[in-house]
């Protein structure tokens, strides 16, 4: 089960009240005042760990509890501190405050923490208020109060690349054959149902993480089919490599697909838009064979007519191809990355 929206209600702990406490003992018959101070409620910390892949935990528990602060003890003692509450989340998760949707945390990186509701301070014992001209205090102060407050989370999954394209446009054959993930493939639509992460190897020890995003179809900034649910993922990633089936035998124009997933992106963000892109044209090995060089020329000259600058070809299933639009999307990452530090 993938789950990439959830709500998550929290509360500190309350901190342990101030002691009121006079010594009582043999030989001191006028023992000073002794209550000790409370404990520290528990934080509820939140904590970026990569081996979390989903939300699907505050499905089944969305209520986290930090543990209260004990009261101050007599001599002078204090309550032990409440434990903290640590909630795992996994990497790409943005946090809003569920009651004024502000942005309050981007859960980016492996340990990250951040505290969510911090415990509440331990009260005083009436051994802080002796004196001199007062020494027989009666006063301590409560443990400070608890906090509580409901978070909405919802996870954006880091890749460096997003495949993209229209159902069946062979992004799972791809990330399978790119990497080791174990995509599910057939020869039907919306065999991705979830996105799938991979990471591609290449020479000199460099890594590329691949994310498959389930198909998109027409409409889909506006709710239709399965891809609008998971558009948020591709705004993290650095690049875009866009899959056409170029084959045409589903009888569909691999320029007007083209088009169609760039008007979603564009309706969804400007972010997508404005996201770099190779364009891949995939299941070159349908194509007859004597026909095949001049086919993908001549598509390839209308796709740069709609503006798509990098325009590639591949057969995902022989892997031909493969390994040179991988080599690309990497210097393209490569070079965002410059360009953003």
């Not at 697909?257 to 892109?277: H, M, N, P, V």
């Not at 194509?287 to 060089?293: F, G, I, M, S, W």
């Not at 086919?295 to 709609?306: D, N």
Request: aromatic residues 4%; glycine residues 12%.
């Amino acid at each position: 089960m993938f789950l990439d929206q959830a709500t998550i209600h929290i509360r500190s702990g309350k901190g342990g009240n101030g002691s009121v406490h006079f010594r009582r003992e043999k030989g001191v018959p006028k023992g000073g005042p002794d209550g000790g101070d409370g404990g520290r409620g528990g934080d509820v910390v939140l904590v970026g760990d990569a081996h979390v892949d989903s939300l699907v935990q505050f499905a089944y528990k969305p209520h986290w509890f930090a543990q209260d602060g004990e009261p101050g003890g007599e001599k002078g003692a204090s309550g032990k501190a409440g434990v903290d509450c640590l909630v795992p989340l996994p990497l790409g998760t943005q946090l809003r405050d569920a009651t004024t949707g502000e942005v309050v945390c981007d859960m980016v990186a492996e340990g990250q923490r951040w505290v969510a509701a911090p415990g509440g301070e331990g009260g005083l014992g009436n051994e802080r208020f002796k004196t001199s001209t007062h020494q027989a205090p009666r006063e301590s102060t409560p443990g400070g109060d608890a906090v509580e407050r409901s978070l909405t989370a919802e996870l954006r999954l880091i890749a460096d690349v997003g495949l993209v394209g229209l159902p069946n446009a062979g992004k799972s054959t791809m990330l399978k054959a790119a990497t080791r993930a174990n995509a599910k493939i057939a020869a039907y639509p919306f065999t991705t149902l979830n996105p799938q992460l991979g990471i591609a190897e290449l020479k000199d020890d460099r890594r590329l993480v691949l994310a498959d995003l389930p198909g998109l179809i027409e409409g889909a900034a506006e709710g239709a089919g399965l891809g609008h649910e998971f558009l948020r993922h591709i705004e993290r990633t650095r690049v875009l490599v866009h899959l056409i089936d170029c084959s045409g035998l589903d009888g569909s124009d691999p320029v007007e697909s083209y088009a169609t997933i760039r008007r979603e992106l564009g309706a969804f963000s400007d972010t997508l838009a404005r996201k770099a892109e190779i364009v891949v044209l995939s299941k070159t090995d349908l194509l007859p064979a004597d026909e095949r060089a001049a086919a993908v020329e001549q598509l390839v000259g209308r796709l740069r007519k709609e503006r798509a600058v990098r325009v590639m070809a591949m057969s995902a299933a022989t892997s031909e191809g493969v390994a040179e639009v991988i080599e690309a999307a990497w210097k393209l990452v490569a070079s965002r990355a410059r360009e953003s530090e």
